[in-house]
């Protein structure tokens, strides 16, 4: 679980005791990690971004989306028989006519933005902000900057999210990987409230009855747990994260898979893994007894989270955490809920984030448009004729 408070430091990082991380990871020198941390802020990330965008007309726009899908202004490839020419191009109407099979095309024809209705520049300021957001962006803070309906913006996000999904490449992880799962989704369990046997009626029963179980020798009763933390964790999903490490210590992980479970369970997280991770790779983990299989098939690390974050050998979870971090931020100060069948979009969403902090701006932006623009019919195609996409199944859904 990731919800801990164990001792900061760790038992066996004292003098004479293995630097944390010895025994996994070699660690990187301090130019790389130098190289590692200035990054973020160095001019080069900076390529393309909102500004970029501003100075940009509807019609530049237009012809970027263009090479984004074609690769090419003249050479563009039918959608439908898959011709590649220099096809009848109707400039007044911005569509081409095949050569081969006389079928009439747009730049968004049969794509995630396929009758798509805002201008060009407009989607690609959508997406150079919703690149530049660290922990995400929110509806209502695209449809201010855009000057569109709050709906609008909310769809166009979220069809952002389902490009993340379509140019994720999912290779199997190997190597150092930590995985470890988080609650996420529903409502917070409501506080304990500490009542006295003295006044309260109903606690003084339940006292006395377990009392006379105690002496009889018969199991203690446990007190149930109430209708609204009930219903409060029906809409709570766990979501499962395998992070791949870079190699080298301090340069973080490099690889993120996530998946969105009902519960922590051996029965629930041995498909994600087994579909995930090579045989014979390194897995660090939390003491949680769904793992305890883990070491039929895998070299099987734990951090026992009740003493310490990360064991003297160097076992920790952090990379795991962190991805957690960024997700409840985003839920605290951006999101604020989740609906449970949307919680996969926003993990993959953050997924991404993580897998691609080092690249550029103008990298990510033209990584997005190439995946909205990607053969793909939209889950999201008829929202606003009041079509809601389906739900997608909770159970070992990947992303
Ligand atoms: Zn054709």
Redesign the pocket.
């Known amino acids: 679980m990731s919800s801990k408070s164990p001792a900061k430091s760790s038992p066996g990082s004292q003098a004479g005791a293995p630097t944390p991380h010895q025994t996994f990871l070699p660690r990187a020198d301090e130019a790389a990690r130098r190289k590692h941390r200035n990054l973020l802020t160095h001019a080069s990330t900076r390529d393309f971004t909102a500004a970029h965008v501003s100075n940009m007309t509807e019609d530049a726009c237009y012809w970027r989306f263009v090479e984004m899908r074609f690769g090419s202004r003249t050479q563009v490839t039918?959608p439908?028989?898959g011709?590649i020419d220099k096809h009848y191009y109707r400039s007044d109407r911005c569509q081409w006519r095949?050569k081969?099979?006389h079928?009439t095309f747009s730049i968004t024809s049969g794509t995630v933005l396929h009758s798509r209705k805002l201008p060009f520049k407009l989607i690609l300021l959508a997406i150079a902000f919703f690149v530049s957001g660290a922990k995400g962006v929110a509806g209502l803070h695209t449809h201010r900057l855009l000057n569109v309906q709050a709906k609008t913006a909310f769809l166009l996000n979220q069809k952002i999210r389902e490009a993340i999904s379509l140019i994720r490449e999912l290779p199997p992880l190997q190597g150092v990987i930590e995985l470890d799962g988080g609650h996420f989704g529903g409502r917070p369990r409501s506080g304990r409230v500490r009542r006295r046997p003295g006044k309260d009626k109903q606690v003084a029963e339940r006292i006395q009855s377990q009392m006379a179980a105690q002496n009889a020798g018969k199991p203690i009763p446990k007190a149930k747990p109430s209708k609204a933390n009930i219903e409060r964790l029906k809409k709570r999903r766990i979501v499962f994260v395998l992070r791949q490490h870079a190699g080298l210590h301090g340069l973080g992980a490099v690889t993120t898979r996530v998946f969105v479970l009902q519960a922590e369970s051996a029965a629930e997280v041995r498909a994600p893994i087994m579909r995930s991770v090579e045989p014979g790779s390194t897995i660090m983990s939390d003491e949680n007894a769904a793992y305890t299989w883990l070491s039929q098939h895998f070299d099987h690390h734990v951090v026992n989270h009740q003493l310490e974050y990360s064991s003297a050998a160097g076992v920790n979870e952090n990379q795991a955490e962190s991805f957690f971090s960024r997700l409840r931020r985003y839920v605290l100060g951006i999101g604020h809920k989740f609906e449970p069948q949307y919680i996969l979009d926003y993990a993959v969403e953050m997924a991404w984030r993580e897998d691609c902090r080092r690249q550029t701006e103008g990298t990510k932006t033209d990584a997005l448009t190439r995946g909205l623009l990607s053969s793909h019919t939209s889950k999201w195609r008829g929202y606003f004729q009041g079509r809601i996409p389906s739900s997608r199944t909770d159970s070992v859904a990947q992303g």
């Open positions: 039918c439908d028989c011709a095949c081969d099979c079928h």
